[in-house]
């Protein structure tokens, strides 16, 4: 059954209104079984789903949502801004996004170094992390004058995640677009997957086995880097 603007909870209405105003396309929205709402927005070469479920306490609430780019299902945007920035541009949108008020980079000047040369725990996050990013990313090390370890990953799409460690212990993580931006608050919630995205590819680890709950085997060293940062994001 679908729904008119004046049946839609508040919550749906709030999604709805943001769509139609930044994208000037109508979202459809309907009741389903099971206590659901579904919305869909949809162009010639998007569909975004969003689920909606009824809680235990009779509210509605965001349950999860899907993208598809020209019938392949990818990554969801991590805020309404950049679902906007990829539904006006599917090719290029999620690449080329730059926050709202996102500053240039600073990263920590760096003499480069070689492998052999930083501590034991921080070779062991290297060979973690080769794991996980994409076979033709690049992968450089320096040190700092403060004695910090730099690991830089830059994919062959200009985008960098540079690592810092402070004592053989991660300290920050960094993502900056092939723009120069820093976008770290985008994309710093999302798990391993954010690497994947962010790197612009299928990384090795996209293989990797689910157990029987549902929930996939990851890297302990991507793991604990994305524990680093925290931030709430409204992912559409």
Known sequence: ?????????????????????NTEVVPS??????????????????RMTIRFQLSSGHRWI?????????????????TPEMYY????????????????NAQKAVIPKATPIDEGEVPLAISRSLKELRKIVPEDATLSI??????RYLITVTATSGNKVVYEFTNSTLHDIKLVSHTG?????????????????FLGQESRSAQRPSNPAGTEHTSGFASNAVQTRKATVFRI
């Open 85 to 100: 920035a990829i539904f006006k541009d599917p090719d290029n949108g999620r690449r080329n996004f730059v926050p709202k």
């Open 1 to 21: 059954m679908y729904l008119d603007v004046d049946q839609m909870p508040g919550i749906v209405f709030e999604y709805y209104s943001g769509l139609l105003d």
């Open 62 to 78: 965001y349950k999860k949502s899907t993208l598809h780019i020209d019938g392949e299902k990818t990554q969801v945007a991590s």
């Open 29 to 46: 929205v309907s009741r389903e079984s099971g206590g659901q709402i579904l919305l869909i927005h949809e162009s010639d070469r998007i």
């Open 181 to 197: 931006y820093d976008v770290t608050s985008v994309y710093d919630s999302m798990g391993n997957d954010f690497i994947v995205e």
């Open 142 to 147: 320096g040190c700092t004058n403060e004695n």
